[in-house]
């Protein structure tokens, strides 16, 4: 058996079974391998980026990794902005970059690169097979390092000749460690913090903001009058009413600073300490009290979820607050778009069990807020900042959980980066509903140059606008097979929207933000 | 004066000014600078990719680099691919990519990444610039490195503290390095070798394939007997009718070997020994004779066309060959494309003067060798083997060679990494003619499956089909804005072509292939 075939074969025994690809030439052999070895899913993208943010929402949706499959140096380089993202959201991914031949690397040939060099950056765990004997025993450490809690973006290294090279075999599966438990001390020692009453933020992150999770510290919250907040970006979030309506850290300064005026204590739980976005001259980094003291109840890769249910018994919290309640039925906004007749029609609208992608950037910062009440749905957002990751992230989420409507949420800036995305959701005849936010601007540097005490002139004036030529999205759509269509105002969306979700497959509406 | 003001005026002092961007939130005091500060030319790229590339075709026309402003690490990642493939091409491109504040980076804010750890794998020059005051200073030596023989990538990176931080100043230009003249005994032992007039080939890369090297590489070749060809890939070479036919090395391993079998001497002039593009199983990684001596004239960094013009004299070389000759006229090949056909309508039809760019991938292997007798004209190539690089190379040669026409041949494959190219085309309404190559597949693979053994089955048919669905590239370029039609003949194509060729700005050909 010779490398290549014994990858495949360590992915499918170790549980991965689906792999986002675009292939090359030095990774032809894997290639011939998928031809041989029945049981994996491959899924094309037409550009890397869409590759590993499908393999982040695939993640973040299924629970276990998805393979990317990338070529040599420069193929992965477009692969790291959504890596980066997913590497954020602790996503677990196993990307498998092919090489040159190890005897032929020496040569120096065209596309010859320091792959580890770029790998390194934004895995958590790299290995190249130097030998053919070897891949299938990386393969399964490559799977175990992606699923150590609370997941890890892994790259294996697949140079040619270890590949086609004979000798290899099948590795099984190894375990990865379960998530560490909190002691039961510790838990006290913060139920005690929480019962002195005193201004307490209790700070969700990560796995803390699953249904379990959630309600939990709706219970904590209920008995000690602290406040709960979801991290400013969020990897998977369980909302919708019946659930806990919990916002998150705003992005804009001056916000944050007021949900953390006056504070004590903030509780972290898979969270960290709540910093800026972006640093401003003479404004401050972090975004709470310098007095307030910082309690960490669970970390990362600690079960955050036990934890929380142990400190809602800890505290006496027997049972839940105000969960949020059913959209009102009734007539829905008109007119143009604006944040909030928006979000009232997309919460009035959003199907039960839906999964949303969002990188609305402007058009969406205050979406989240506006859509508690919508039907039960849980909502995935971009992680690391690195725009252009709904389109992808949907294409993989809907990859990752057949069966459940994915909306994707992107602003027409971001979606430039990653538009060939659509063609995959075609190619797959995925359930993807498409919502391009076209505001024709980078609209958030807009406000950037603003927030850093800039007057806007020409050539910024310039470099932030879109416009010019317009970006047609229905034509971008239908070049690459997806169904599309323009809406200039909320109704128009409204029933664009309401088609789109009542059918299955594909469909792109442009709205006019 | 704040640190980004510094920056653009050194970068204007040194001759930088032109501008690729596709700026962030770390870059608006870059971009307020930009309005402050007359005189450079910015031009937005809607993914780095197009940026980097666009920077790699202006730094090959103009001989100087541009600028290009990326946004922290993930931007920067994004454009690495077609850095990678401009570093092979010795072009000179200088970076500025933003990055944190310096105090805000320890907080880890979410889109913090190793930026030095991602620009080293493909920049000559890296530096970080800690505060004001040695910006001014870090730009005039990244200048002085782009500008370093024979061409190198440099990156600044910038925090934003460093950027919005007074007490900046502007530098001087420093001047760069003169290439080193090669000594006139090492060129008088060259001269001995090939007098001796064993069979020889003489192999051209660099500055030598311009039009001063490649005539005295003719008469250097005239009066010892020896072949010329070029490398594998070329920068940028010098073409069309009175002006010598040299092919180049070919891609596949056999017609390689067939070239220098038999071969005692290989002479070297801004090219390195040549080495196949990827290995194969048993295959030799050379492509020479294990008893050929390799033989350098002129390294990279040194006087290529100073040291051939010198030879020539060495060996009595006092004129040239056979020059390539006009296209014979009359009628044009017609009916469905084939390589040949589209060769002699492409040779008969280039216009005068004009600059192709070149990454149509196995629709255009051919076509270097069937098109020398074209009106003069120069090629540039991707060098790198990162794919998708002719859209943004053509735009970014357009902006640096204004009043040329520039035909941009790209593979679809390739084609869909950095589509959005076409965009910046319309909005600078740049003079490019563009050829999508529309075979629907990715071919070269389809081939390079079978090179390496292998028997194609439903995975690597599924994984190599880019028909399902059709990408239908007239409504691509239409949602960006580019005029574009369909030609399914090569009489199609050259009715197209010819309007196309007569107007100016940018139009689209999907033709297929």
């Known amino acids: 058996m010779n490398g290549a075939e014994s990858l495949v074969r360590t992915l499918l025994a170790c549980g991965v079974d689906t792999c986002f690809a675009n292939p090359g030439t030095s990774e032809m052999h894997f290639v011939a391998a998928l031809d041989a070895v029945p049981g994996m899913r491959c899924v094309?993208?037409?550009?890397?980026?869409?590759?590993?943010?499908?393999?982040?929402?695939?993640?973040?949706?299924?629970?276990?990794?998805?393979?990317?499959?990338?070529?040599?140096?420069?193929?992965?380089?477009?692969?790291?902005?959504?890596?980066?993202?997913?590497?954020?959201?602790?996503?677990?991914?196993?990307?498998?970059?092919?090489?040159?031949?190890?005897?032929?690397?020496?040569?120096?040939?065209?596309?010859?690169?320091?792959?580890?060099?770029?790998?390194?950056?934004?895995?958590?765990?790299?290995?190249?097979?130097?030998?053919?004997?070897?891949?299938?025993?990386?393969?399964?450490?490559?799977?175990?390092?992606?699923?150590?809690?609370?997941?890890?973006?892994?790259?294996?290294?697949?140079p040619a000749d270890a590949s086609w090279s004979e000798g290899a075999e099948v590795a099984s599966a190894l375990p990865p460690p379960a998530r560490r438990v909190v002691d039961g001390r510790h838990v006290r020692d913060i139920a005690a913090v929480l019962q002195r009453r005193q201004p307490t933020v209790i700070l969700l992150g990560d796995d803390a903001l699953g249904e379990r999770g959630l309600a939990a510290a709706e219970r904590v919250a209920q008995a000690t009058g602290a406040r709960l907040r979801a991290t400013g970006q969020v990897r998977r979030m369980a909302r919708g009413h019946g659930r806990p309506a919990v916002d998150r850290v705003p992005y804009a300064l001056e916000k944050a600073l007021e949900v953390f005026a006056g504070v004590r204590h903030i509780v972290l739980v898979g969270a960290r300490a709540p910093v800026q976005f972006f640093a401003y001259p003479g404004k401050p980094s972090v975004v709470y009290p310098p007095d307030a003291e910082l309690h960490t109840l669970a970390e990362l890769d600690e079960d955050q979820v036990g934890a929380l249910e142990a400190l809602a018994e800890g505290v006496g919290g027997t049972q839940g607050g105000v969960s949020a309640q059913p959209a009102r039925g009734g007539s829905l906004p008109r007119g143009p778009f604006t944040h909030e007749g928006f979000g009232a029609v997309f919460e009035s609208l959003l199907p039960e069990n839906a999964v949303v992608a969002d990188d609305a950037v402007t058009s969406g910062r205050q979406l989240f807020g506006h859509t508690f009440n919508a039907a039960p749905h849980e909502w995935l957002q971009i992680t690391g900042g690195a725009i252009g990751h709904a389109l992808p992230c949907a294409t993989g989420a809907a990859v990752g959980a057949p069966g459940r409507k994915v909306v994707c949420l992107q602003a027409d800036g971001g979606g430039m980066y990653s538009l060939q995305a659509l063609w995959t959701q075609a190619r797959e005849k995925l359930d993807v509903v498409t919502v391009i936010f076209a505001n024709r601007a980078y609209r958030i540097l807009q406000g950037e140059l603003l927030a850093v005490g800039a007057k806007p002139g020409a050539a910024s004036k310039d470099l932030f606008d879109l416009g010019r030529p317009a970006l047609d999205w229905t034509m971008l759509a239908a070049g690459m097979g997806v169904e599309a269509a323009r809406a200039d105002t909320l109704e128009a969306f409204a029933d664009l929207f309401t088609a789109a979700c009542a059918r299955r497959g594909p469909f792109l509406i442009e709205l006019e933000a």
Chains 1, 2 share one sequence.
């Not at 993640?59 to 954020?88: Q, S, V, W, Y």
């Not at 991914?93 to 040569?107: F, L, M």
């Open 44 to 158: 094309l993208g037409l550009a890397e980026g869409v590759v590993t943010g499908c393999a982040d929402g695939y993640g973040r949706m299924a629970l276990k990794p998805a393979a990317t499959l990338l070529h040599c140096g420069p193929g992965f380089a477009n692969g790291i902005a959504n890596l980066h993202n997913a590497r954020r959201a602790r996503s677990p991914v196993v990307n498998i970059v092919g090489d040159h031949a190890t005897y032929h690397r020496p040569y120096d040939p065209p596309l010859a690169s320091d792959v580890q060099g770029l790998a390194r950056p934004v895995s958590d765990w790299v290995r190249s097979s130097q030998d053919s004997v070897t891949v299938g025993r990386h393969a399964a450490a490559a799977v175990q390092a992606a699923l150590t809690p609370p997941g890890q973006v892994a790259t294996l290294i697949l």
